[in-house]
């Protein structure tokens, strides 16, 4: 019911900057937290940033200092600053949102992943 749509990924040389986005659509509903996940070759999904829907951030150690996530709550978008990308950067990168969605009479818990956008560190 939720709809995530990634932009942003690409190819940069290490010492390098990205930005990621993320924008959520659909109807009925209220974002709750939202987060960006990677999941490089051969290694599990892992949490890069969440950002919660009061606006406390939490990062992975490896990213701290180096990625700035954002939230724009009245456009429903998450972005994800990336400086100083290191080769071991290289993965797919993943956005998340849990959500409510809100009826009369009930509401419903939800959580969306995005497609994925290749993110590569390389010289």
């Known amino acids: 019911q939720v709809q995530l749509v990634e932009s942003g990924g690409g190819l940069v040389q290490p010492g390098g900057s990205l930005r990621l986005s993320c924008a959520a659509s659909g109807s009925g509903f209220r974002l709750n937290d939202m987060a960006w996940h990677r999941q490089a070759p051969g290694k599990e999904r892992e949490l890069v940033a969440r950002?919660?829907?009061?606006?406390?951030?939490e990062y992975a150690d490896s990213v701290k200092g180096r990625f700035t996530a954002s939230r724009d709550n009245a456009k429903n978008t998450i972005d994800l600053q990336m400086n100083a990308l290191k080769p071991e950067d290289t993965a797919v990168y993943y956005c998340?949102?849990?959500?409510?969605?809100?009826?009369?009479?009930?509401?419903?818990?939800?959580?969306?992943w995005g497609q994925g956008t290749q993110v590569t560190v390389s010289s």
């Open positions: 998340e949102a849990d959500y409510w969605v809100i009826t009369p009479g009930q509401t419903e818990a939800g959580r969306s």
């Open positions: 950002v919660r829907s009061g606006g406390n951030k």
